[in-house]
Structures are given as structure tokens and as C-alpha cells.
């Protein structure tokens, strides 16, 4: 019996592990879970960009489940439509035409087969510089074939931005939406000014489907901890004294009309009706519901009641537990969530100014080469016709013109009559541009504060 209960303990162990770090939480570098970065890469991978045609959906589908993707088809459909959908995403990574659903209720987008998507550019912004080595760690899929990476460069803090919630095993995770310009702006400011307060870099909740916040107060401290009082959401509703009935145009973040609709039904048909008459949902791309009153009812405490028995009043939890590097689940405050992606983006963009240097500078040592040959062409022209093989051609090449073995392929590669054709001016006017961006790379990489203004300003 004591070794089933270790056996149980242990599986449990693993399972909880693999759900709160392959499922359920997004890493706070790039604020995405592991089933969307799969999807979202796929679709870069293969060419579904903003500046392609669309594709089906049906078709992009069976490329996540060609390749990374493992949990299903309806699943992988559903994460590309929900990251298009405007309700959902404060700033949607995926491009969709056609239904891609409604905020009548959810899952409410058509076949996939009758839908065409491809990235949003948004969605090609966040894997900006990805084939720079700007990753470290790549996982292999499950094939052991192709690699994702582990983490996207997300020059920008469009993850966070879009919010998240998800449920592990004994955690769960829920942050709220904020607007990418006041979040770049804290980011700058945090960036300038790591000591900062808290109120120096606070950004209110900003719902993608509006709303109002009706507790900031209560929020700000949960977002300073990290953790504590939720999002206490009310809808835009105005009253219509000619036609007595409450004008419903925004409604809280992950409501849908269709349980507002059931609710006012159940109000309606109940004892304990506060005066509404009937209602009408004429939810388009916008939510729309309209509440008649009778005429004895009191607009007042018919709204407070609606505010109080009704999801048009809702909450949405404040919880940042994410991912810490990609691994360890723990409980961020606001500031240190901002601080972790600065930390990731420095990186990210050090290490692609040291890719473009690498490029740079293989560049430049070609040039010198091609350089050497064309100041004495014949020669090159002649050691190469008299060489009995490419290998034999390089050896000579190295040998007669002190050239290395990279600068002797470059030469070879070429055909004798583009490398006579080749103008020494062109080279070395090419030349000259390539060190003066060396020496600005160089540069910015030497000074923290050049350096800085690049994450500013990326």
C-alpha cells in the first residue's frame, strides 16, 4: 500500500509539473502559453504572414498538427480564432476572414473550412529578429524532427498586454488587459528609472471589450502584491427616458450576451422582477441589448439590481503567477513582471546586434579577400583554370594569395567571368558603409545609455 502511494504521489508530482509548465501558465517574458507559441510559430514558420495571402484555416490547422501542435484540431482551431477575435484580444495576433465569432456567446465562429487566417502584423512583430540567435533554447517537437522556440523575442509587450488566465494544479493564474501605449510608456519609465515607485508605472486595466472599472483603487494594490481584490466591472448602460429601456453598448470582459439574455429571462418570469418588461438582443459586431422598463418602475433600482443579480456587473481576478524563465511558477508584482520582460529584451536585443555584427564582419573579411584577387585577376584567373579540382583550386588560392579558406570559397564561388567583371570602387564603397554600421553596433553595445534608447525605441 505505501508504494502505490508514492507511485500516485510521484505520477501526481510529474502531472502538476507538466500542466503548470507545458499548459496552463504563460512565461512573464513574453506573457504566452506553450499551446499558442506553437500555433502562432507554425504560422510564421510556414509562411501564413500579414503580407501573404490568407490561407484556410482548415489548412493551417493540419500544419500545427503536422509539426508541434499536439491537443487537437478543435483546440488548435479555437486558440487561432480567439487570437483574432477583437473582444478577446486587447491586440489580436491572427488576421481572420470571416466569422470569427461574436460576443453573443462563445465558440460561435464558423467551420474552419469556410474561415481564412494568417497572422495579424501584429503577430509578425512578435517574432521580430527570431532567426537572429536572439533564442537560446529551442525544444524539439513531438517527432524529434523540427525545434520551437521555448520563447518568442516579443519586442514589445503585446503578451501581457492581451492578458491571461489559466488553471494548473493548485494554482491558477488571471491578468488583466492594459493598453500598449501606457504600458510602453511604464516600460520607458522603468527602464530610465529602475528604483521607481509603484505609481510611476502603474497602469490601469483596459478591457478589450470596454467597460468600466469600478474598484481602481482595490486593483492597484493587487497589482502592487501581485495578488488580492478583483476587477469589479460594470457595462456601459444608458437610459432612454422616451423609450424607457436601458441601452446596453459594453459589457465586462468575458461576458457574453447570450448568459446576460438567460439571466434577464429568469428576472423576468420571477417573483422578484424589479420592473422590467422585456429585452431585446441586437448584438451585431458590437454587444447591443436593449431592457425595457414598465412604466411605474424606477430606472434607479432597476439598474442596481441589474448591477447586483446580473453578469452585467462582473469580475475578473488579479493573480500574476507566471512562469519565471520558463520554468518555476511564482507570484510576480507589477513592477517585477515589467522588469522580467526588459530583462528578456535586452538580451534579446543584444544578442541580435552581436548576430548583425557576426554578419557584418564575415562581410567585410569576403570583401578583403575579393579585394586581394581583383588586384591581381590574371593570376587568380590562372591558378584557378590550372587547379585539377575546387579543393586543389582553394589550397592554391590560400597558398598564392595569402587568403583563408572562406575568403577562397567566396572566390570560387563565383564565376570567373562575374569575379573579372567585379568593380573595385562598388567593393570598396560597400566596405567603407559596412564598418561605419560596425562601428554604430559597436558602439551602441559599449554604451548603456545608446543601448537603452534602442529598447526605447524599438
Request: proline share 3%.
Amino acid at each position: 500500500m505505501s508504494d502505490l502511494k508514492s507511485i500516485i504521489n510521484e505520477s501526481f508530482i510529474q502531472y502538476s509539473g507538466a500542466v503548470i509548465q507545458s499548459r496552463a501558465l504563460v512565461d512573464v517574458r513574453d506573457g504566452l502559453k506553450p499551446s499558442a507559441r506553437q500555433i502562432l510559430y507554425t504560422m510564421y514558420k510556414y509562411g501564413y504572414n500579414s503580407n501573404k495571402p490568407y490561407h484556410k484555416t482548415a489548412a493551417i490547422v493540419g500544419e500545427t498538427l503536422k509539426h508541434f501542435y499536439i491537443h487537437g484540431d478543435s483546440s488548435a482551431e479555437g486558440i487561432i480564432m480567439r487570437s483574432a477575435q477583437p473582444f478577446a484580444l486587447r491586440y489580436p495576433f491572427v488576421d481572420v476572414k470571416g466569422n470569427v465569432g461574436s460576443q453573443i456567446e462563445s465558440g460561435n465562429w464558423a467551420a474552419p473550412r469556410y474561415t481564412e487566417s494568417r497572422l495579424s502584423k501584429l503577430g509578425d512583430m512578435i517574432f521580430t529578429d527570431v532567426n537572429k540567435d536572439t533564442i537560446t533554447e529551442w525544444k524539439d517537437n513531438y517527432a524529434n524532427d523540427e525545434q520551437y522556440p521555448v520563447i518568442l523575442p516579443t519586442k514589445g509587450f503585446y503578451g501581457i498586454c492581451n492578458g491571461t488566465s489559466g488553471i494548473a494544479v493548485g494554482m491558477a493564474s488571471s491578468v488583466p488587459q492594459y493598453n500598449l501605449r501606457e504600458l510602453n510608456n511604464a516600460l520607458i519609465y522603468l527602464i530610465d528609472h529602475p528604483d521607481c515607485d509603484f505609481d510611476d508605472i502603474y497602469c490601469a486595466p483596459d478591457f478589450a471589450t470596454g467597460a468600466i472599472l469600478y474598484n481602481e483603487n482595490e486593483v492597484k494594490e493587487s497589482m502592487k502584491n501581485g495578488t488580492g481584490f478583483a476587477c469589479k466591472l460594470r457595462s456601459v448602460i444608458e437610459f432612454d427616458a422616451k423609450e424607457r429601456c436601458f441601452i446596453v453598448t459594453e459589457i465586462p470582459y468575458g461576458v457574453y450576451t447570450n448568459t446576460i439574455c438567460g439571466e434577464l429571462e429568469e428576472i423576468v418570469n420571477g417573483e422578484n422582477n424589479p420592473g422590467i418588461e422585456r429585452f431585446n438582443d441586437l448584438t451585431g459586431e458590437k454587444p447591443l441589448i436593449k431592457i425595457y422598463l414598465t412604466k411605474k418602475a424606477n430606472p434607479d433600482k432597476v439598474l442596481k439590481f441589474l448591477y447586483k443579480e446580473t453578469s452585467l456587473q462582473y469580475y475578473y481576478s488579479i493573480n500574476f503567477t507566471m512562469l519565471d524563465n520558463g520554468r518555476f511558477p511564482r507570484v510576480f508584482t507589477w513592477k517585477e513582471m515589467l522588469q522580467a520582460h526588459i530583462v528578456h529584451e535586452r538580451e534579446v536585443y543584444r544578442r541580435g546586434f552581436e548576430y548583425d555584427l557576426r554578419k557584418i564582419e564575415n562581410r567585410i573579411h569576403i570583401i578583403n579577400g575579393l579585394l586581394i584577387c581583383l588586384a591581381r585577376i590574371d593570376e587568380v584567373v590562372a591558378t584557378i583554370k590550372s587547379s585539377a579540382s575546387t579543393a586543389a583550386a582553394s589550397i592554391a588560392l590560400q597558398r598564392n594569395f595569402l587568403l583563408d579558406a572562406e575568403q577562397a570559397k567566396a572566390v570560387l564561388d563565383m564565376k570567373l567571368s562575374r569575379l573579372a567583371h567585379l568593380e573595385v570602387k562598388k567593393l570598396e564603397d560597400e566596405k567603407t558603409s559596412l564598418e561605419e554600421k560596425s562601428a554604430h553596433i559597436h558602439e551602441i553595445l559599449e554604451n548603456e545609455e545608446l543601448f537603452k534608447n534602442e529598447l526605447k525605441n524599438g
